[in-house]
């Protein structure tokens, strides 16, 4: 049996396809979009991760550290991150739950369990489980074994993927897979890398490789002011996305910026702090262009 690095299994979400779901968060993402906002997923290890508001400076994460990765500051505690051997001692001290290990190693039975508990859940709403991560294909195998787990429990399943992964990964999960929530932000290739540090060639040619084999693809778009919300890639999108026919709607995803905490609290740099959330106006004309292409757009989901 397959296991992998869970981030967070969110219940309750609305916001990840139809009814009511469980999201199942996948640690590890070949992207670095400057806009993310699970930041926490991206990397394929585990992290020691420093709420510092909650911080008290006790010292006690210092005290059980067996290689003493843990070091003083100021006044707080922080990682040093040069020993650490993730063995979560430093989280288990903390009084205030300041600390905490992002990424759990778990098997597809112990997924399966947590999320059949809201069954009935599923069962009123129509919904389901989803996927996504970080990029949930970045874990093929485990993610291949929970849908089959999904699949004989009869759920409803969706999968969230940024469709930057082996072309055999993503039509291998398929016939496992009742939605795709399929992301597309940037059709310039040399702004998409520039952005995410990834070529946009895979990601196209695998929507165009899943339409011809699956019937129901959401499109998610995040709208971005003064990055990708201009009027020349907003029309080429919906022109590709016209061209596939199983994409069945675009969701448009207005920025917001709950990621900026996230980045601090694993001392990394938000490049788009400055960047202002779009307006209903803003929204509504991205809407448009899309529609005018024969698309059913929605904002926000």
């Given at each position: 049996?397959?296991?992998?690095?869970?981030?967070?299994?969110?219940?309750?979400?609305?916001?990840?396809?139809?009814?009511?779901?469980?999201?199942?968060?996948?640690?590890?993402?070949?992207?670095?979009?400057?806009?993310?906002?699970?930041?926490?997923?991206?990397?394929?290890?585990?992290?020691?991760?420093?709420?510092?508001?909650?911080?008290?400076?006790?010292?006690?994460?210092?005290?059980?550290?067996?290689?003493?990765?843990v070091v003083s500051a100021v006044d707080k505690v922080e990682h040093s991150g040069a020993s650490c051997i993730l063995c979560g001692d430093c989280v288990t001290a903390c009084p205030t739950g300041a600390?905490?290990?992002?990424?759990?190693?778990?098997?597809?039975?112990?997924?399966?369990?947590?999320?059949?508990?809201?069954?009935?859940?599923?069962?009123?709403?129509?919904?389901?489980?989803?996927?996504?991560?970080?990029?949930?294909?970045?874990?093929?195998?485990?993610?291949?074994?929970?849908?089959?787990?999904?699949?004989?429990?009869?759920?409803?399943?969706?999968?969230?993927?940024?469709?930057?992964?082996?072309?055999?990964?993503?039509?291998?999960?398929?016939?496992?897979?009742?939605?795709f929530l399929y992301d597309i932000k940037i059709t310039d290739d040399a702004k998409h890398r520039h952005y995410t540090s990834v070529s946009n060639v895979p990601i196209l040619e695998n929507l165009t490789a899943l339409g011809k084999i699956h019937n129901n693809i959401w499109l998610r778009m995040p709208i971005i002011p003064g990055l990708n919300d201009d009027d020349e890639n907003l029309e080429a999108v919906a022109r590709f996305v016209a061209s596939v026919p199983a994409v069945r709607q675009v969701n448009l995803l207005p920025y917001h910026k709950t990621g900026i905490a996230k980045f601090k609290r694993l001392r990394q740099t938000y490049c788009l702090e400055e960047t202002p959330d779009p307006s209903p106006k803003d929204m509504e004309k991205a809407r448009q262009k899309f529609c005018a292409f024969g698309l059913i757009a929605k904002t926000g989901g």
């Open positions: 049996m397959e296991s992998g690095l869970v981030t967070n299994i969110q219940k309750y979400s609305i916001q990840d396809g139809p009814g009511i779901r469980t999201t199942v968060f996948l640690k590890g993402c070949p992207l670095r979009c400057w806009w993310c906002h699970n930041p926490e997923s991206l990397s394929p290890q585990p992290e020691i991760v420093v709420f510092e508001s909650r911080c008290l400076g006790c010292g006690n994460c210092k005290k059980v550290c067996p290689t003493g990765a600390r905490q290990l992002i990424g759990k190693r778990m098997t597809v039975t112990e997924v399966m369990t947590e999320v059949l508990k809201d069954r009935l859940f599923y069962e009123d709403s129509g919904g389901g489980i989803t996927f996504s991560g970080g990029e949930p294909l970045a874990q093929p195998l485990f993610l291949k074994e929970l849908l089959e787990g999904c699949r004989a429990c009869g759920l409803h399943t969706a999968v969230d993927t940024c469709g930057y992964a082996l072309r055999e990964h993503l039509l291998s999960v398929a016939p496992l897979t009742d939605l």
